[in-house]
């Protein structure tokens, strides 16, 4: 399923904030984990015009800056948050595939310890705030940010174990 396809319920007790934070702060490691036996020229392999692994690694990481834009966001009482690029022109233009893979999950993993000392610093008072996310045109708190972040996280981990699969099996 598509990314932009996805509907989200969000219903969540506040009570398990730490547990979606822990989900996210453990991002990187299990990203790392799907890569490292995969050989560098697969890792930056496009198939019929899609993201390779790699740029699919660089776009997590892309994000990040996006994701904390939006705690500034509910910090400064918006009312809705600021919008995600779409086209992904960032992820686009940052030709992850002519890096070192070693610097794109050094970057990543720098990234999401930034984004989640920030989420482990909201207050219960700011864990109540509410925001309008402006595609799904619906109100999200923090703990509903972290677990939409944490659901793109892992539909990115999936796209890359299904490229992997595929571009591995090829004879």
């Known amino acids: 399923?598509?990314?932009?396809?996805?509907?989200?319920?969000?219903?969540?007790?506040?009570?398990?904030?730490?547990?979606?934070v822990e989900r996210l702060r453990g991002t990187p490691a299990r990203l790392e984990e799907l890569i490292r036996s995969i050989p560098p020229h697969i890792l930056i392999l496009r198939t019929n015009g899609v993201w390779s692994i790699q740029e699919h690694a660089g776009h997590?990481?892309?994000?990040?800056?996006?994701?904390e834009s939006r705690i500034d966001d509910f910090l400064s009482h918006a009312k809705m948050w600021r919008a995600a690029d779409i086209r992904n022109k960032k992820t686009e233009a940052a030709k992850h595939n002519e890096k070192a893979i070693g610097?794109?999950?050094e970057q990543f993993r720098e990234a999401r310890k930034k984004f989640v000392g920030r989420l482990e610093q909201l207050q219960e008072e700011d864990l109540r705030r509410?925001?309008?996310?402006?595609?799904l045109q619906q109100p999200m708190r923090p703990i509903d940010m972290a677990f939409f972040v944490a659901e793109?996280?892992?539909?990115h981990l999936a796209r890359i174990t299904e490229l992997a699969r595929l571009l591995?099996?090829?004879p």
């Open 60 to 67: 997590l990481y892309d994000l990040d800056e996006l994701h």
């Open 130 to 135: 509410v925001a309008i996310h402006p595609r």
């Open 1 to 20: 399923m598509k990314w932009i396809e996805r509907k989200f319920e969000f219903n969540f007790p506040i009570g398990i904030f730490p547990c979606i």
């Open 152 to 155: 793109h996280d892992d539909h």
């Open 103 to 105: 610097d794109v999950l």
């Open 168 to 170: 591995t099996s090829k």
